[in-house]
């Protein structure tokens, strides 16, 4: 079974840090791009950011600015996403999801990775940033 589970959210006061984890099993890690979604209450879900494993091509949304920035550990199959600099307007459950790391690499960086479909989700972990 492909699995993706998610862990470190939180709650942070604004202009806080979190590190979010995300392990994935059940598929071959090399050939997948791991991507980090998140929906606020009443909001659509949006693309934040996303790695190609097999390139480490990296994607960002426009609304990142600079503060969160995304990374990998191949040997244990994990993705992280380091949240600096956390307004309220962060806060939303977010979610890991996983798709063939070709298919999102060609996409492109305007942003059309994030309206990909994509394979495979994790359940999600909150984050609440309090001002």
């Known amino acids: 079974d492909v699995r993706l589970v998610e862990s470190g959210g939180g709650l942070a006061q604004a202009g806080g840090s979190l590190t979010l984890s995300c392990v994935v099993s059940?598929?071959?890690?090399?050939?997948?791009?791991v991507g980090w979604f998140r929906q606020a209450p009443g909001k659509e879900r949006e693309g934040v950011s996303c790695i190609v494993n097999e390139d480490a091509t990296i994607y960002y949304a426009d609304f990142v600015k600079g503060r969160f920035t995304i990374s990998t550990n191949n040997a244990e199959s994990t993705v992280y996403l380091h949240l600096n600099n956390l307004k309220p307007e962060d806060t939303a459950v977010y979610y890991c999801?996983?798709?063939?790391?070709?298919?999102?690499?060609?996409?492109?960086?305007?942003?059309?990775?994030?309206?990909?479909?994509?394979?495979?989700w994790g359940q999600g972990t909150q984050v609440t940033v309090a001002s």
């Open positions: 059940g598929i071959t890690f090399y050939d997948y791009a």
């Open positions: 999801a996983a798709a063939w790391g070709r298919t999102v690499a060609e996409s492109g960086g305007g942003g059309e990775w994030a309206s990909l479909d994509w394979d495979y």
